[in-house]
């Protein structure tokens, strides 16, 4: 069986002992991710805080008797963790306490991003490639691509396919059709309440998504909101944020850019912005709709329509990227130093 396996790919994951990483560790390991034919290697990262549930992880994994799995490595320094990887899932990221401000957010784990991606600069495989899921995510993201200026910029994202999967769940239930009938559904900009979930590209059984819901005040004014809130809602019900969904939004990620696109449809993804045709400032990693041929790249799909609604809706996103930007220039080299001017408190989706 082993004859026909492909060459171990190495999977470097941080937040390794958290909530999200719990369900999606397993299903990196089970195959239903690359595929059955693709042996990993797990190198997860911890901290002195979680070494020792770390280790618990480590042996969970081994009573799992995976075929597939070939390794698991762990260790706190991210210069040893990130070694030849292929591939980082940036999951770890401190929670906002009590009181702290969204900019206090940004700089503590913006600082965080930093140190990663200097190491993913010097010791990850020359390809690897990186999805940011510690928020604030995007921004976090555009800090890690500042600071490994040896590798690709396109190949960091961020993930927004959470965002995606819930937006095509609420259009499914208004249709009162199943969800493998929505297709084309990009959540544009950031991975925040600003996020503009995109109805007017959607479709739902091949027909245009406000053809099929033909009530456009939910679509404005209920649906946006209704996904951008799900998080909070679903911690208001649960008591805790959304893991296991975002492990499977992860996991979905990840098979967009192996299995090519389907033609017709797209799968949204944060990404550095630097000559999309949209005109979105070129130095953000904004969510946009992507295809791939399955190679493990993506390219951005440049005919979306946009009305006048969503460019009102996208540069709305777009500036609350612009002064997030702002507000973390003390950590990407060479950067003018502009004024944080972040007052607001911008919940993000899945956050307490
Ligand atoms: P957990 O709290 O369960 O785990 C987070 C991990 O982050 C911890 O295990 C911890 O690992 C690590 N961490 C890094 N720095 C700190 C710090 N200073 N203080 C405390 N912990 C730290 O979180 P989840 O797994 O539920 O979520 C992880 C991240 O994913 C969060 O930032 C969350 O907001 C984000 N998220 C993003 C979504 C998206 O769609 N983009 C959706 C849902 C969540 P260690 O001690 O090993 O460093």
Not at 2 to 24: D, E, P, Y
Not at 65 to 78: E, R, W
Not at 93 to 113: S, T, V, Y
Request: overall charge negative; some cysteine; proline content about 5%.
């Amino acid at each position: 069986m082993t004859s026909s396996w492909k060459k171990t790919m190495k999977i470097a994951v941080t937040g390794a002992a958290g909530q999200i990483s719990n369900h999606l560790l397993f299903m990196l390991a089970s195959g239903e991710v690359f595929g059955r034919n693709q042996p990993i290697s797990l190198q997860l990262l911890g901290s002195e805080r979680s070494r020792e549930a770390l280790e618990g992880v480590a042996m969970e994994l081994e009573d799992s008797l995976y075929p597939l799995l070939a390794s698991v490595k762990l260790g706190i320094d991210p210069h040893k963790v990130f070694e030849d990887a292929d591939w980082a899932l940036l999951i770890g990221a401190k929670p906002r306490g009590p009181g702290m401000e969204r900019k206090d957010l940004l700089d503590i784990n913006g600082q965080i991003f930093v140190e990663q991606a200097k190491a993913l600069n010097e010791v990850a495989s020359r390809d690897c490639k990186m999805l940011v899921v510690g928020n604030p995510c995007n921004t976090n993201a555009l800090i890690g691509l500042h600071n490994s200026p040896d590798l690709p910029a396109r190949n960091w994202h961020a993930l927004t396919r959470l965002d995606e999967n819930r937006a095509k769940c609420q259009l499914a239930l208004k249709a009162g059709k199943f969800y493998t009938s929505v297709t084309n559904v990009c959540v544009w900009g950031n991975h925040s309440t600003t996020q503009v979930p995109d109805f007017l590209n959607a479709k739902i059984a091949g027909k245009r998504a406000s053809n099929v819901i033909r009530d456009s005040q939910w679509l404005k004014e209920e649906f946006t909101p209704k996904v951008a809130n799900r998080g909070g809602a679903l911690i208001k019900k649960w008591g805790r944020s959304s893991a296991a969904s975002t492990a499977v939004s992860i996991a979905d990620h990840l098979r967009s850019l192996y299995v090519p696109t389907p033609a017709g449809d797209c799968f949204s993804t944060a990404v550095y912005a630097k000559g999309n045709p949209y005109g979105v400032d070129e130095d953000l990693i904004f969510s946009m709709p992507c295809r791939s041929n399955g190679d493990g790249d993506y390219e951005i799909i440049d005919d979306f329509v946009i009305d006048d609604w969503l460019a009102a809706k996208l540069k709305e996103s777009e500036d609350e990227l612009l002064k997030e930007r702002d507000c973390v220039g003390h950590l990407i080299p060479g950067a003018e130093r502009a004024v944080c001017a972040i007052v607001e408190d911008t919940m993000l989706p899945g956050e307490n």
